[in-house]
């Protein structure tokens, strides 16, 4: 890490022991995304559903049992059938009204909130003291729309996908037009896909010519299941029924920190907290946030009309990013790419 500190809250260390700063990288929800597409089915618990622990558990199957079938994934899958998928209407309707106050006044949601430490929230403190609820932005640690997906569930947190010594591997080799990509004599082999932090060399803004960078590579593959009633069609597009070029979410380019994401200046409750969206709405610069643009190219050739109640088999979430330094990444640009499309609804 960098030094940086903060302190635990008191209802975990009373003497509100200090440790290290986090920094994640976050996604970012709005309402106007669900006002284009369905809202995704894995929106997080909030108030009094986590008051065990502001924790989001997953509880899923390890990546290589194989009592249930998989279907579609963030990488690539193959599709089964899964005739005892649970509904998920009462969900969706709840959804739907996310961005609004569930509660009769909003000195109702600022008590709740202070009491629960909710971060997912859009209370606003005034100009003139009083409380006022506009929520327009979500700040997610993990990737909306992906869910049931083995060894994640319903929250696939976006460190734990790309940083996982474990699961991360190297592209294979690859030949196109008589050419060898990624072959046994690439340098890049030199190193496992995520190098120890000594071994990273950035690139600076004159070393184009000169130098070769070595930084962290993933590859990886997840088996997931659609949660939605595929034979059903929705008002809006579900996210799978994206055309090409749309964004249903975006990501934050920059890691950001305890603070940034829960929009408290402490680990008290205070009088100003805003949530992880009063970070998005101090941002100046567009820029900052990168949309996950779709590429939906391939339905083309299944059928001309493939757009709704056509389902794609395999979804690439391709994330570029720049190595700022030795310990600091920047994303630059992310793309969901859908392939192998069908028609069968039966099949999750």
Known sequence: GNGEKRPLSPHISWEEREVDMEYVFASRLTSQNT?????????????????????????????????????TATATATPATNKDRRSKMAVTQQSNRFWDNPFHTSELAKEATDGYLETFHGMILRDDDTYGYEMSDLVLPYLPFFSS???????????????????????ETATQDNVEYYGTDWRRRQYPPLPHRDDISAVGPFDIRTFYP???????KLHCQYEEELG???????????????MPFSVLRDPINYHEYTGRKATHASADDGGGQQH?????????????KVDRTAALAFDEDCTKLCF??????DVSYYQVDQTT????????????????????
């Not at 976006?158 to 996982?164: A, D, T």
């Not at 809006?236 to 749309?246: C, H, I, N, S, V």
């Open 35 to 71: 006002k284009m597409f369905s809202p995704p089915l894995n929106l997080p618990p909030r108030w009094s559903s986590l008051e065990r622990g502001r924790l989001l558990l997953s509880m899923s199957k390890t990546p290589d049992n194989t009592a249930t079938a998989t279907a």
């Open 149 to 171: 997906c083995r060894g994640f569930d319903s929250y696939i947190p976006i460190w734990s996908l790309f940083e996982s010594s474990a699961e991360c591997a190297l592209p």
């Open 214 to 220: 070595v930084a962290d590579w993933c590859e990886r």
């Open 232 to 246: 059903q069609t929705d008002v809006l597009p579900r996210w799978f029924e994206a055309d090409t070029g749309d």
């Open 280 to 292: 998005v709405h101090s941002i100046q610069s567009p820029d900052t946030f990168i949309p996950a």
């Open 312 to 317: 794609p088999r395999k979804v690439v979430l």
């Open 329 to 348: 990444k920047r994303i630059v640009e992310v793309n969901l790419v859908y392939d192998d499309f069908d028609r069968d609804a039966e099949t999750s």
